[in-house]
């Protein structure tokens, strides 16, 4: 019996069937048949949908966008070290429109037992210094001596700012302080309120009690609808709750590091007739991209040349100090002309005009530049002084500024695109100006890898006397300084050596300063003069200071000892002691420096010196209310509040 299932594997079984005598079929010949088929419906395939492709995009190509381009910037590099054939333009970062703030800030003045509150105007900037700053105004020329000659903070007794008031005034209020009466006083006490009376207090004056979103805390809860239509209340007010869809992820934005990429744009704006290869090159690009930027313009517009007004726009990506341009644009007559860009392939290929930028359009105005790149960046000292002064800052203030950041930033090194500066100061009116009279309150540096922070604080337990303190209450003035001579050169230091004069093998315990002859010496710190004059023993003219905490400096082989510097004269650090010279046992113009730790000479330059003077008691304690009013004022955090979190 053939069932069903029999049926069907009897179907598999049967051989071929044959016709006109052929032989059956080999399956490996088969097999190459199928294959090739297959092979040629796949090609066949590709090129139609290909075709179908380029007909949609019209045989356009896209360019890529800043992710996709960034993407494309080498990254075998070292976080810390740039090899040099992968820098493109010279480390400099492209800096960000100006960040300026102009705020109404109540302070307080106390004259006698009177304390006088009123608004002035401040001023808070970030200073990036690695941006083309114009100052208003010349500057002197950087002199280690007039730097460090004077570092002791001003005697501001009339404290011309104060300190900032915790409320903010109409225009200006007199406090008067008294001794609170704890008994025999004549004052008669109020009745208490009654509850109605408390609830209608509450209607007339709720209204003023709130700042805002914030919310208010109670000894217990208050249903809100007793003082109030429910169309004046917002139960919703404060809160800061997100709704996202349902099974949605919200990831945190990934925090912005120095070595984060970044898009920004560089006006180049022309002002004589020139290429724009000499445009470009003449603002610090490398010449062999400056032509082969001018080269892709060139194609496009016929010509590579500019006129006075022309304006050229560089789009480039930056990661740290990686620099890759990614888009050239060029301007006439305030028209958009051009456009290249960087494509997928890593083509400069034609592109739209980009959105306008105010830059573009105020490149020939009077305010100084703020977008630029690739310029060979100046020193600190330059960086500080052209920044400072462009926003707003007089010549007085910047020289304070400066002096306070000498002992911690090597002020003739080159700029790093990363160094900036936040500060807070009085200024004259909302045009951000600083006067006379105007002050520094708070500094925030910071340069390469080191952060420096200070604020501004008058110590009324030390006759009103003004210094400028770290976030710890510590002074950020140094104990000693390394250097008593500021402009020279060390050419010998501490230990072992072969002595010039006797040569033999002998113990250096000083460290030498070269430097001409009649070169101004000055106190590496605040001390007594201990001695003055000749030393019969080789040193020649020798002076030493004795300091706190059983330190002694001494200062040797001078020319001559400045005028006023004798035996129990008071010094201070910077203050112009002696000369350099070539007295006693030497063998040319230095001067050959001690330190003197209770009675053993150290190494001057490794020891680990003191800091400052550090606040205590009442003082540190006023001294931390007034950086907390400052800090809340600006919106800011110390280094612990962070790491607290």
Do not use: C
């Not at 049967?14 to 796949?42: M, N, Q």
């Amino acid at each position: 019996m053939n069932t069903a299932r029999n049926t069907i594997r009897s179907l598999g079984n049967e051989p071929p069937i044959l016709a006109d005598g052929r032989r059956a079929p080999d399956k490996r010949e088969i097999s190459v048949r199928w294959l090739s088929g297959t092979f040629l419906t796949g090609i066949t395939s590709s090129v139609l949908m290909g075709v179908a492709l380029f007909a949609a995009l019209d045989g356009r190509q896209q360019l890529a966008i800043p992710a996709e381009a960034s993407a494309s910037v080498p990254t075998d590099h070292d976080d810390d070290t740039v090899q040099r054939g992968k820098r493109l333009l010279g480390g400099k970062i492209v800096a960000m429109p100006t960040d300026r703030k102009i705020m109404e800030v109540s302070t307080v003045v106390h004259e006698g037992n009177r304390e006088l509150v009123r608004r002035r105007p401040f001023a808070h900037v970030k200073m990036n210094l690695a941006a083309d700053h114009v100052p208003p105004e010349s500057y002197p020329k950087f002199d280690p001596l007039a730097i460090f000659a004077s570092s002791e903070a001003p005697s501001q007794p009339g404290n011309r700012t104060g300190l900032i008031y915790g409320s903010n005034v109409e225009s200006e209020v007199s406090l008067q302080t008294m001794a609170f009466p704890t008994k025999g006083t004549t004052y008669a006490y109020a009745a208490p309120m009654t509850l109605e009376e408390v609830e209608e207090n509450v209607r007339s004056n709720g209204s003023v009690l709130t700042s805002g979103d914030a919310q208010l805390s109670a000894l217990y809860y208050v249903d809100p609808q007793r003082f109030s239509t429910p169309d004046d209340v917002d139960l919703t007010s404060g809160l800061t709750a997100r709704v996202v869809e349902e099974n949605m992820s919200v990831t945190a934005p990934e925090p912005i590091t120095p070595h984060t990429r970044e898009y920004a744009d560089d006006i180049i704006p022309v002002r004589r007739a020139m290429s724009i290869a000499d445009a470009m090159t003449e603002v610090g690009y490398p010449e062999p991209k400056a032509k082969e930027m001018a080269g892709y313009l060139k194609a496009r517009l016929g010509d590579d040349k500019v006129a006075p007004g022309d304006v050229i726009r560089i789009g480039v990506i930056q990661e740290g100090q990686m620099v890759m341009v990614v888009r050239a644009s060029l301007y006439q007559r305030g028209q958009h002309r051009a456009t290249v860009g960087l494509d997928d392939h890593s083509r400069f290929v034609d592109a739209e005009e980009p959105a306008m930028l105010d830059a573009v359009a105020s490149a020939f105005s009077d305010q100084p530049p703020q977008i630029m790149a690739g310029r060979d960046l100046p020193s600190v000292y330059d960086g500080i002084y052209r920044a400072a002064l462009s926003y707003g800052m007089n010549s007085d203030m910047t020289a304070l500024l400066v002096k306070l950041l000498a002992s911690n930033v090597d002020l003739q090194a080159q700029l790093r695109p990363t160094d900036k500066i936040e500060a807070f100061f009085s200024v004259a009116d909302s045009k951000g100006k600083a006067a006379k009279d105007s002050e520094l309150l708070y500094v925030n540096a910071h340069f390469g890898d080191t952060d420096t922070r200070f604020y501004r604080f008058q110590n009324a337990d030390e006759d009103n006397s003004v210094d400028y303190f770290d976030q710890d209450g510590r002074s950020i003035r140094q104990f000693l300084l390394r250097s008593p001579v500021p402009n020279a050169r060390l050419t010998s230091g501490f230990g072992m050596r072969s002595h010039p004069i006797l040569g033999r093998a002998l113990m250096h315990t000083g460290t030498d300063w070269a430097a001409p002859r009649g070169t101004p010496i000055i106190a590496t710190g605040n001390g007594t003069v201990e001695k003055a004059g000749w030393d019969s023993g080789g040193y020649g003219n020798q002076t030493l200071i004795r300091h706190a905490n059983g330190y002694v400096s001494s200062y040797n082989h001078q020319s001559a000892i400045a005028r006023g510097v004798r035996e129990g004269a008071k010094v201070t650090q910077g203050q112009v002691i002696g000369y350099v010279g070539s007295t006693g046992q030497s063998t040319g113009a230095h001067l050959h420096y001690e330190l003197i730790v209770n009675g053993t000479k150290v190494d001057a330059m490794k020891v680990r010196l003191p800091g400052g003077k550090s606040l205590a008691g009442n003082a540190l304690a006023r001294f931390e209310d007034e950086r907390k009013r400052i800090d809340t004022l600006l919106n800011t955090q110390t280094p612990a509040e962070v790491a607290s979190k």
